[in-house]
C-alpha cells in the first residue's frame, strides 16, 4: 500500500514538445505529493510539490495534475528544452507520522532531443 | 547556497567488511535521512532521525545497519557487515521539519561498490 507507481520508464521528447510523466499511488494517506529531478551524478532536486486539496499547480514550464479520486498525479513540462533532460521521481509522503518520509516512483528518464 | 555534502563519492568494500557513510546535513535542518538507489532502480527510504533518535526505518535497514550523529553536525549511516547487494548508491538528505511541504535536500551520494 506505500508503493508509488510511474511511468513511462522512459520519454524521448523533440525540444518545443511537451514531456508528461504519469504517477499512481496507493496509499490515501499521502497528503504531499512533491517531483524531484535528478542530473547524472548528482542528488535529486525538489522540482515541483502539490497537496491533494488542489488541482492543479503549475510553475513556470512545469505543471503538476492531480486527480484525488483516482489517485492519479502527473507532471508536464511545456516547451521542453535540452536542458530538462534528467531522470524525474514522483513521491508521495504521509505527514501524519511527521517523519518527512518520502515513497519515490521507479524514475522516468526523459531525453529532450535539440 | 546552502547543501548537503556527503563523503566519500565512491567507496569500494570487500564483502563482509563495516563501512561508515558519511553526511554534513545543513545546518539548520533537524531531521535527516539516508535513501539508497541500487542501479536503475527507485530511490528508496531507509531510515529518518531527529532528536538524535530514529523516528522511522523501513524494512531494509535491518540489524546491519544503524546511524548517528556523533558531534553534531556528521551524520552518518554505518553497515556493519557488508553484503553484495549493499552495492548501491545511498543519499544522506535533510529538511527542516517532518513536516508535509517541507522540502527535502539531497546530497550528491555515496556510490558503494561491495566486490
Known amino acids: 500500500q506505500q508503493q508509488v507507481k510511474q511511468s513511462p520508464q522512459s520519454l524521448i521528447v523533440q525540444k518545443g514538445g511537451i514531456s508528461i510523466i504519469n504517477c499512481a499511488y496507493e496509499?490515501?494517506?499521502?497528503?504531499?505529493f512533491p517531483w524531484y529531478q535528478q542530473f547524472p551524478g548528482k542528488g535529486p532536486a525538489l522540482l515541483i510539490a502539490?497537496?491533494?486539496?488542489?488541482s492543479e499547480k503549475k510553475e513556470g514550464r512545469f505543471t503538476i495534475s492531480f486527480n484525488k479520486s483516482a489517485k492519479q498525479f502527473s507532471l508536464h513540462i511545456m516547451d521542453s528544452q535540452p536542458g530538462d533532460s534528467a531522470t524525474y521521481f514522483c513521491?508521495?509522503?504521509?505527514?501524519?507520522?511527521?517523519?518527512?518520509?518520502?515513497?519515490f516512483g521507479q524514475g522516468t528518464t526523459l531525453q529532450v532531443k535539440p | 547556497e546552502p547543501e548537503v555534502t556527503q563523503t566519500p563519492s565512491h567507496q569500494v568494500t570487500q564483502m563482509g567488511q563495516e563501512v561508515i557513510l558519511r553526511c554534513v546535513p545543513i545546518s539548520n535542518h533537524l531531521y535527516f535521512y539516508w535513501y539508497r538507489q541500487i542501479l536503475g532502480q527507485k530511490v528508496e527510504f531507509l531510515v529518518s532521525?531527529?532528536?538524535?533518535?530514529?523516528?522511522?526505518k523501513s524494512e531494509i535497514f535491518d540489524d546491519q545497519f544503524s546511524v548517528e550523529r556523533p558531534d553534531g553536525s556528521n551524520f552518518t549511516l554505518k553497515i556493519r557487515s557488508t553484503k553484495l547487494e549493499d552495492s548501491a548508491m545511498y543519499f544522506c538528505a535533510s529538511s527542516r521539519t517532518g513536516h508535509m511541504n517541507t522540502e527535502a535536500f539531497f546530497g550528491q551520494g555515496t556510490r558503494l561498490t561491495v566486490v
Open positions: 532521525f531527529y532528536n538524535n533518535e530514529i523516528s522511522e
Open positions: 496509499n490515501t494517506a499521502f497528503d504531499y
Open positions: 513521491a508521495g509522503s504521509d505527514g501524519s507520522g511527521n517523519t518527512g518520509k518520502l515513497i
Open positions: 502539490i497537496r491533494p486539496d488542489v
